[in-house]
Every structure is written in structure tokens, then in C-alpha cells.
């Protein structure tokens, strides 16, 4: 997981939850994503900030988010809307772009429960509640477990979109 990944993650939080997520943490994930080679005008601006100048870290990072195209699909208030943003979620989420575990999770709770429980979301939803409830004594590891939860979503847009 690259650090463009732990900027887009940020980026699904404020995006999707409305939550503010401090200016010191903009700052080190912005110079931690700088330092793993992501390019972005805005970038070395959010990573240089001092303490003084934290009051401009969100508009950087709003910049950055935009210059990146990392950003979620908003609103998602409409079926449509809500749609668009479970496919976002499973291409970033086979485009190894978000954990298998986050991804899944999300599309969990803005899809499936969103959503009215679709049975198309069923099998991704059923692979991410095994991630959740596994324990070492399982004969398949966590890894697997991921890896059947990209597969899911491989399928979901390898078929006819929105799913039935």
C-alpha cells in the first residue's frame, strides 16, 4: 500500500463522512506520499507546512485530491449515485488503490446496506464478514481472505452494471 493510497483514504473519509481530519495528519500523510514519489503541484506545498501555516493545510489537500483524481464519487444520496459509487470503490479496490478489508467495508455499509441489500453485493459482503470474524485456527489465511474480496469485485464489473 502505497502512501497515494493513505491520501486517498483521507480523501474517502472527509469525502463520504464529513469528517475533519486534522491538518498534522494532512501534513505527514502529504510528506510520507512525497518521500514514496507521488507527483502533484499542490504536494510539496501540503508537506512544507509549518505550524503556523496548518490553517492551509485543507485547501492543499482539496487541491491535492483533485490533482490526484483520488476523490469518491459525491453525493451519494441517489440509487444512481449510490451505484456509481460501489463501482469507484470495487475498481480502486482491484486496482489495488484500497485494502481489500477497507474497500470491502465500504461497500458494505454505502452499497449493500445503502442499497437495500442487493443480492448482487452479497457474496463481496459475505468474503468481508469472514475477514472480520477470522481467527490464526481458520485453514485459510487473511491473505486468501482479501484476495477473494478483490475477486468478487473483479466479477462485479466484469458483469452488467448496476448489478442485479
Known amino acids: 500500500m502505497t502512501h497515494r493510497n493513505d491520501l486517498r483514504v483521507l480523501a474517502i473519509r472527509e469525502a463520504l463522512y464529513e469528517e ?10 502529504a510528506l510520507n506520499a ?3 514519489g507521488v507527483d502533484s503541484p499542490s504536494l510539496p506545498l501540503l508537506a512544507g507546512l509549518t505550524r503556523r501555516e496548518e490553517g492551509d493545510a485543507h485547501d492543499l489537500f482539496n487541491a491535492v485530491v483533485n490533482e490526484l483524481n483520488i476523490a469518491p464519487p459525491t453525493p451519494a444520496k441517489t440509487t444512481p449515485e449510490r451505484w456509481n459509487l460501489v463501482r469507484w470503490l470495487c475498481q480502486a479496490l482491484v486496482d489495488g488503490e484500497l485494502k481489500p478489508e477497507y474497500a470491502g467495508r465500504l461497500i458494505w455499509w454505502e452499497g449493500w446496506d445503502e442499497l437495500g441489500y442487493p443480492e448482487s453485493l452479497r457474496p463481496l459482503v459475505g468474503q468481508v464478514s469472514e475477514w472480520d470474524d477470522w481467527t490464526p485456527s481458520w485453514t485459510i489465511d487473511r ?12 466479477k462485479l ?8
Open 20 to 29: 475533519i481530519v486534522g491538518a498534522d495528519v494532512l501534513i505527514a500523510t
Open 34 to 36: 512525497l518521500l514514496d
Open 143 to 154: 491473505h486468501q481472505i482479501g484476495q477473494l474480496i478483490v475477486d468478487e469485485a473483479k
Open 157 to 164: 464489473l466484469d458483469g452488467p452494471w448496476p448489478p442485479k
